[in-house]
């Protein structure tokens, strides 16, 4: 009975769940960034119980997620593509007060409310840094003086581009001409492009704004902000920031839930909103470019029974023009998809006029196409999913993956193959193959055939509803500690290996972390354990270095579990000082003989 994954050599770890980090026999892990972690040389040593909104804007922010590592030439004058040398790009999802500030919880919040200042260190706390990283003798290290370190928050001037750019229902008091806007929310997943950019995606906006939108005198905007579920309870953020209150400023939510454009070598540029990509949960967006092709990006909306997306370029992406390829994002087609019950699948177009996408249905134009993509997506029959996360292609095989975290509220009725299981707990992973050879499919054609490639949970489940399905070939393919849940997060490593991220293993008595995979082979679909959080903590953004030597790899939210942590020092992760709370961070892996993580 043989229970390894290939070409995977690691020695896997067990299941476990306390307050440390765990790693395979043979590996170390750089504590790289934390929350608070100094960009700037005038940022001095972080203080917690001293931090302003002033502070945090020149501090590595909070709840590290989606990780870009974009190459800087090494120092030995080395080409594009090192792997010592780099801006680690990671985005800063959401905060969680409770864990931030000293003495706040409930009872805090509830009698002395969310003070101005608390909202303004949040809102410099979320968003994007920008970090020049190295890898020295002792390990990995930020510069902390580089020029290219960048803060982008919910207060960095943005641009609005694409099909809904300039709209009405994005104008405001603040920006008449639907154009501009102040800072990105809710960053989760995201993307990187060849020209250089990297893309974030803007999830779960909604919980940013408060108000009740059953208040709100249009029709259509009464059901656009219910659908991102704002509510009157959501935090109090538009107490102290108007725009935050859709009483007052009722279009501010439609400037948010974009993919966003980051140039990360240019300090000075100015982020783009890329309205072509639809509006909704973003999980991230993922490019395919083939030269001389149109540009293919996929992505998910995290949300239950929400869809899986692709974009089309209108131009072909143009090796070395890279003057024009920044311009790919912004015009093209929309698609959503259709998984059918045998085993074939199609992209739906979501054009204005095309189809249900008519002023009968209360459509005026692509742009409300766009800012309503959901509402699209489910009229012109797109297969609603168990909320939709990373969706990536492997470089090697050129397939296309689909992470289903979960979804509670599918019924029996409800189910279908591509969503087999009601009140999907566990979550699955689907494979989606576009036409063509393997290692050269075309990514454009809308229509594919898809597989379940795993279905998240225990093998050995007492319950066949949530029973665990892995591998093909091979009888007992996965280890007892080789199971997962909810995958979240994927990223391929250059062999052509599969990394999952986890989100809720802790439902199952265990941490979240990595699991490594092959695709393709005896060992397809194998989970090898390779890393665990922290308790409290998922695991998010893994990326590797294009030489495979080292995983990046976000813990977020350690040591949460609702009350408020800050007094419990067992839980002080990753710095067990009595000085300071728990601490998401960034982690750079590699093994100790310098060889290919994985290998
Ligand atoms: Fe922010 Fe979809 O996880
Ligand atoms: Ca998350
Ligand atoms: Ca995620
Ligand atoms: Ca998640």
């Given at each position: 009975r043989r229970v390894h994954s290939g070409n995977l050599g690691f020695a896997e770890i067990p299941h476990t769940l306390d307050a440390q980090h765990h790693l395979p026999e043979g590996y170390r892990a750089d504590i790289l960034l934390r929350w608070g972690d100094p960009l700037t040389t005038d940022a001095g040593k972080f203080a917690p119980t001293a931090l302003s909104a002033q502070e945090q804007r020149q501090r590595f922010g909070y709840n590290n997620d989606f990780i870009a590592f974009m190459p800087l030439p090494g120092e030995a004058g080395g080409a594009a593509g090192d792997s010592t040398r780099g801006l680690l790009c990671v985005n800063h999802e959401y905060t969680q007060p409770h864990l931030m500030f000293?003495?706040?919880d409930d009872e805090y919040a509830a009698t002395r409310g969310v003070s101005a200042e608390h909202v303004a260190i949040e809102q410099e706390a979320c968003g994007h840094s920008i970090v020049e990283v190295e890898k020295t003798a002792k390990g990995w290290r930020p510069v902390v003086d580089s020029p290219f370190n960048r803060r982008i928050t919910l207060h960095t001037t943005m641009d609005i581009i694409g099909p809904a750019a300039g709209d009405p229902r994005l104008q405001t008091a603040a920006d008449p001409s639907g154009t501009r806007v102040l800072g990105t929310v809710g960053n989760c997943a995201g993307g990187k492009t060849p020209w250089g950019t990297v893309l974030i995606a803007e999830e779960g906006f909604g919980g940013a704004f408060q108000g009740d939108p059953g208040a709100i005198a249009d029709p259509v905007e009464r059901l656009n902000h219910a659908a991102f579920a704002i509510a009157p309870h959501n935090r109090n953020w538009g107490d102290h920031d108007r725009r935050f209150d859709i009483g007052i400023e009722p279009r501010e939510p439609n400037r948010f839930g974009w993919m966003v454009e980051i140039d990360p070598y240019d300090p000075h540029s100015r982020p783009r909103k890329l309205?072509?990509?639809?509006?909704?949960?973003?999980e991230g967006f993922t490019l395919v470019c083939k030269p001389h092709q149109p540009a293919v990006a996929y992505g998910g909306d995290d949300d239950e029974d929400q869809f899986v997306y692709r974009f089309v370029s209108a131009e072909n992406y143009r090796p070395g023009n890279d003057t024009r390829n920044r311009n790919l994002l912004a015009a093209g087609v929309l698609y959503v998809a259709r998984f059918s019950d045998d085993g074939t699948g199609a992209w739906l177009p979501l054009v204005f006029g095309e189809g249900p996408l008519t002023p009968q249905n209360g459509f005026r134009n692509q742009a409300d196409v766009l800012i309503d993509a959901r509402r699209a997506a489910a009229l012109v029959g797109a297969t609603p999913m168990d909320r939709p996360e990373d969706v990536e292609t492997n470089p090697v095989n050129d397939c296309t993956y689909v992470m289903l975290t979960k979804n509670k509220s599918r019924t029996a009725g409800e189910t279908n193959a591509a969503n087999p299981r009601p009140r999907n707990v566990a979550g699955h992973v689907l494979e989606i193959v576009p036409p063509g050879e393997d290692g050269n499919r075309d990514h454009t054609s809308n229509d594919f055939r898809w597989y379940t490639f795993l279905l998240g949970g225990n093998p050995n489940a007492e319950d066949p509803r949530e029973r665990g399905a892995y591998g093909e070939e091979v009888i007992g393919a996965v280890s007892p500690h080789g199971w997962l849940a909810n995958p979240d997060n994927v990223a391929f490593d250059p062999g052509g290996n599969m990394w999952i991220a986890t989100d809720g293993c802790e439902r199952f008595g265990f941490h979240d972390g990595l699991w490594a995979m092959a695709t393709e082979g005896e060992f397809r679909a194998a989970p090898r354990h390779f890393f665990g959080c922290p308790r409290g903590a998922e695991a998010c953004g893994p990326e590797f270095t294009p030489d495979g030597t080292t995983l990046f790899i976000s813990v977020q939210h350690p040591a949460d579990g609702g009350r408020s942590t800050f007094d419990r020092p067992m839980h002080r992760w990753p710095d067990y000082d009595p000085a300071l709370p728990p601490r998401p961070a960034v982690l750079a892996i590699r093994r100790e003989d310098g060889g290919v993580v994985g290998s």
């Open positions: 000293p003495g706040y309205t072509s990509l639809g509006r909704f949960q973003h």
